[in-house]
Structures are given as C-alpha cells and as structure tokens.
C-alpha cells in the first residue's frame, strides 16, 4: 500500500483537501478543510500559519480509500473514498457525522437567546393549568430513575442549576429506555417495527403529544432548550443497527455505531449544559468535543464488555484491525490472553485515550456548572481504561472497574479541573493570537 508523505505551509482558513491533493470532489475537500480548521482552533494555536503533516495513504482497493492523518496524532481527519468509476466522494462515518454535528451547532446558534446572567434564556412553563404539577411529578419521577441505574452521574447532575438538572434526568431517561429496548428483558421480542413505532412516540413527544409521563418531561425539556430531534432520532437508528449486526467491518462503521449509540448523547446534552460565556471555542469546537465524549465512552464500554458481548455472539472490534494483529472471531470466543490480544488491545486503548483527549478540550468550554459532573464522568470512565491495564488485558473473564474509593477521590479532582481550567479570559486571547 504506497503512502506519499505531503508536507503543507499554510493558513488554517486556505487548508483544504484539494490543496492536499485533487480527488475526492468538492464536498470532500470542503469538509477536509473544516475538520481542520476545527481542531486547530479547539487548541488554541497561537499562530494563524502552521506546518502541517499529512500522511495520505492511497489504497489501491475498491472502492479506492485515501486517508489524511490527524495532525496532532488523533483519528484519521478524513478518510475519502471514492467509488472506482464515477469518482464521486463516499464519506467517511466521521464525515457523515461531522455535517450531523455542523447542523447540530447552527441550530443551537439560530435559536440560543443569552440572558443578562450569561446563560440560556429557559422559555416558561407553558402548560395548562393544573397540569404543572403533573410535569412536576414526571421529572421526580425521571430524577428516581436516574439516582437508581446511574447514581455516580446522579450526584453529578445534582451540581446543576434546577432547570439544567430535570432537563438531564429526562434525556437520561430517554436514552436509557431507548437502549432497554435492544439490551433489556424483552429485547428478543423487539423489531424494526416496535422502533419504528418508538421513533412515531419520539415525533409525537417533539410535537406536544407525550405518551406518557416519562416523555411528558422531555417533551417539556425539548420546547424549553435548544435541543433537535436529530441525535434521537440517530439513536434509535444505532438500536436498529444493533438488531441487524453483530460484528463491524473496520473501524468506519464501528464510529458509525458509536456515535448513534452514545455521541447522540454528547449532542443532546450540549444545548442543556450550555457553552461559557467566555469562551471561544466555536459552537461546532464544543459540540464536537461532546461527540468525542461520546464515541470515547463507548469505545470504552466496548473494550471493558469484550467477554460479556462474545457469549452474546457479538464482537464490536473493527474486523480487519483483529485480522491485521493475527486475531481471529475464535481467539475471541476463546478468550485467551495472548500477547496477540494484548498488542491490539494496546491499540484500542490508545485510541480511546485520543477520544478522551479530544474531549477534555471542550469540557473547559462548558458552562461553569456543568464542568464538574462532565469531568466527573470523564475521569471516571477514563479509568476504566486503566483498569483493563491493570487486569493485563483479561476482558473475557474480569469486567474492569473503578473502585469505591477511587470514584470518590475523582470528585475533587474534577472539582479541581472544573475550576482551574477555564476558557482564557479575553485579554488572554488576544495575546494568544498575536502570538
Ligand atoms: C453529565 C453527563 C455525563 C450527562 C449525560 C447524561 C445522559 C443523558 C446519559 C445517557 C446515558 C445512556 C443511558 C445512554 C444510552 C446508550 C448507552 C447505554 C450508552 C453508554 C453509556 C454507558 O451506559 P451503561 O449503562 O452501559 O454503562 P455502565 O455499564 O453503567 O458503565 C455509554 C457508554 C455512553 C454514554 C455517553 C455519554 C454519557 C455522553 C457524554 C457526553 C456529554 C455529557 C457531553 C459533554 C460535553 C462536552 C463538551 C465534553
């Protein structure tokens, strides 16, 4: 497989693919050239000229797939395929849900009113009277069932303003019964039909029309923040996804699997966290660093749960990475810890760790209130890398954790974080960009 090693001085506004090289089409390069200029404004470059080092990687399979190498060692920026005859870009997952991302952010940006206090203006209660406590009701009820199934996060939540908080326990409550149906006691009874029908109550919900009260609170969240259907809409698509695979070809539609499953996630829960006043990330910075929490956590939940998905005939690792380490579906079944496993699980790890990376740049973004449950939850789940390390790799037998102790030593030094990094403050900025 030839690889041309390309070396390019210039702007971060003038990069794009086609200066890279001259396939892949329009669309192509204009996602390229935004991908780039994203990651190099989430880290604050101080000079608006850098060097550039982009390794294309030319494949000569078909469909023909170029791939340009992140810059600062991350996952691929793009990877172009092309299909043989006509030329014409297919997009890469990461792509795809880059442009989900860029919509995600206008509309946030379209409809996001800032109050005198700096934060999200929260429509008011519109409900017909006698009904709020009705609503009342249904977001305790949402705030039980998150305090039961995910009580670290619980805690987390109980760090947010009021309104924020209820907004969070709703959403949870979505997602946790959204994924209940593919991975819960009736999951063999679920069909393409039974989410087509879950996915009309989603609509109803979004257009006032709760089925029940667990939806009557999100549908309340939903006229209140800036929160689209969209990542609902995708997660349900990852629970058909679910239903009609049980193994991923590479890692292109592994990242597709993780963002329906949990970058949804990230994007939902952006417009309710809100963005700092101070920052200056860009809205598309901070959604993306929340797709990166996302794919990082599943990536995660993934690697931990390798033994658990295999007795279930499931194998979420990219295929052709397996077949590149000598590993095959039987080693896994198997599960034997061999030096094999333990190479390409390296590999696994460090790709989560990059996610995890890409992350933490946004969580400094976030509104103030919402930085120490979202380093909490980072810190926590990052861990369980750690852990995997520590049990040598075995994820067929041992299920990796973070202990009781060390959960409660990783309040403080979120707290820590959440205060210590902050967006610059403005004159910080601009020393930034002089220099
Ligand atoms: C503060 C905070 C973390 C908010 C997110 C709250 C929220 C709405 C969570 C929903 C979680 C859920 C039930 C998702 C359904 C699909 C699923 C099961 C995904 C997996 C989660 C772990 O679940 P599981 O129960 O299997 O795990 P354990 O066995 O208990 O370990 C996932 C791995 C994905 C979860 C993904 C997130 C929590 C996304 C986090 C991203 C943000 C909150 C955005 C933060 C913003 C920036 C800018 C970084």
Same mark, same amino acid.
């Given at each position: 497989?030839?690889?041309?090693?390309?070396?390019?001085?210039?702007?971060?506004?003038?990069?794009?693919?086609?200066?890279?090289?001259?396939?892949?089409?329009?669309?192509?390069?204009?996602?390229?050239?935004?991908?780039?200029?994203?990651?190099?404004?989430?880290?604050?470059?101080?000079?608006?000229?850098?060097?550039?080092?982009?390794?294309?990687?030319?494949?000569?399979?078909?469909?023909?797939?170029?791939?340009?190498?992140?810059?600062?060692?991350?996952?691929?920026?793009?990877?172009?395929?092309?299909?043989?005859?006509?030329?014409?870009?297919?997009?890469?997952?990461?792509?795809?849900?880059?442009?989900?991302?860029?919509?995600?952010?206008?509309?946030?940006?379209?409809?996001?009113?800032?109050?005198?206090?700096?934060?999200?203006?929260?429509?008011?209660?519109?409900?017909?009277?006698?009904?709020?406590?009705?609503?009342?009701?249904?977001?305790?009820?949402?705030?039980?069932?998150?305090?039961?199934?995910?009580?670290?996060?619980?805690?987390?939540?109980?760090?947010?303003?009021?309104?924020?908080?209820?907004?969070?326990?709703?959403?949870?409550?979505?997602?946790?019964?959204?994924?209940?149906?593919?991975?819960?006691?009736?999951?063999?009874?679920?069909?393409?039909?039974? &989410?087509? %029908?879950?996915?009309?109550?989603? !609509? *109803?919900? $979004?257009? +006032?029309?709760?089925? @029940?009260?667990?939806?009557?609170?999100?549908?309340?969240?939903?006229?209140?923040?800036?929160?689209?259907?969209?990542?609902?809409?995708?997660?349900?698509?990852?629970?058909?996804?679910?239903?009609?695979?049980?193994?991923?070809?590479?890692?292109?539609?592994?990242?597709?699997?993780?963002?329906?499953?949990?970058?949804?996630?990230?994007?939902?829960?952006?417009?309710?966290?809100?963005?700092?006043?101070?920052?200056?990330?860009?809205?598309?910075?901070?959604?993306?660093?929340?797709?990166?929490?996302?794919?990082?956590?599943?990536?995660?939940?993934?690697?931990?749960?390798?033994?658990?998905?295999?007795?279930?005939?499931?194998?979420?690792?990219?295929?052709?990475? &397996?077949? %590149?380490?000598?590993?095959?579906? !039987? *080693?896994? $079944?198997? +599960?034997?810890?061999? @030096?094999?496993?333990?190479?390409?699980?390296?590999?696994?790890?460090?790709?989560?760790?990059?996610?995890?990376?890409?992350?933490?740049?946004?969580?400094?973004?976030?509104?103030?209130?919402?930085?120490?449950?979202?380093?909490?939850?980072?810190?926590?789940?990052?861990?369980?890398?750690?852990?995997?390390?520590?049990?040598?790799?075995?994820?067929?037998?041992?299920?990796?954790?973070?202990?009781?102790?060390?959960?409660?030593?990783?309040?403080?030094?979120?707290?820590?974080?959440?205060?210590?990094?902050?967006?610059?403050?403005?004159?910080?900025?601009?020393?930034?960009?002089?220099?």
């Amino acid at each position: 497989m030839p690889v041309a090693l390309v070396w390019v001085a210039a702007s971060a506004k003038d990069l794009s693919f086609c200066e890279l090289h001259n396939h892949g089409g329009h669309l192509a390069s204009r996602l390229a050239g935004t991908n780039i200029n994203r990651k190099f404004s989430l880290a604050r470059r101080p000079s608006a000229r850098f060097f550039a080092k982009a390794a294309l990687e030319v494949s000569s399979s078909n469909p023909t797939s170029e791939k340009v190498s992140g810059f600062n060692g991350f996952q691929e920026l793009c990877s172009v395929r092309t299909d043989g005859g006509s030329g014409k870009p297919l997009l890469s997952s990461e792509q795809k849900v880059y442009e989900v991302v860029l919509k995600q952010a206008a509309m946030v940006n379209r409809e996001a009113k800032v109050g005198d206090n700096g934060l999200l203006d929260v429509k008011p209660d519109l409900v017909p009277p006698g009904t709020l406590q009705l609503l009342e009701d249904a977001y305790e009820r949402c705030g039980e069932v998150c305090a039961e199934y995910a009580k670290t996060f619980y805690l987390g939540t109980l760090l947010m303003t009021p309104e924020r908080r209820r907004a969070i326990w709703a959403i949870y409550v979505w997602c946790r019964r959204t994924d209940k149906l593919v991975d819960g006691p009736n999951a063999s009874h679920i069909t393409p039909m039974a &989410l087509d %029908r879950w996915e009309q109550r989603l !609509e *109803d919900l $979004f257009n +006032g029309r709760p089925y @029940d009260m667990l939806d009557a609170a999100l549908s309340d969240t939903v006229s209140k923040f800036p929160v689209d259907i969209q990542p609902f809409r995708d997660m349900i698509e990852g629970m058909r996804m679910d239903l009609r695979k049980s193994h991923y070809k590479n890692f292109d539609e592994l990242y597709l699997y993780c963002y329906y499953v949990a970058g949804t996630v990230g994007l939902m829960s952006v417009p309710i966290m809100g963005i700092s006043q101070d920052s200056h990330a860009t809205t598309e910075d901070v959604y993306s660093a929340a797709l990166a929490l996302g794919i990082a956590n599943q990536l995660t939940n993934i690697l931990r749960d390798v033994g658990e998905d295999s007795r279930r005939g499931r194998i979420y690792l990219p295929q052709d990475e &397996l077949a %590149r380490s000598g590993l095959s579906d !039987e *080693d896994i $079944f198997s +599960g034997k810890v061999t @030096d094999k496993w333990r190479s390409f699980m390296k590999g696994q790890i460090r790709r989560a760790r990059k996610f995890f990376d890409e992350a933490e740049k946004g969580v400094t973004e976030l509104d103030k209130a919402s930085r120490w449950p979202v380093w909490a939850s980072l810190i926590l789940y990052r861990q369980i890398l750690d852990a995997i390390e520590a049990n040598d790799y075995d994820n067929f037998t041992k299920r990796a954790y973070v202990g009781k102790v060390k959960k409660l030593l990783t309040l403080p030094v979120a707290y820590t974080r959440a205060v210590i990094y902050s967006p610059p403050t403005s004159k910080l900025a601009q020393i930034e960009r002089i220099y």
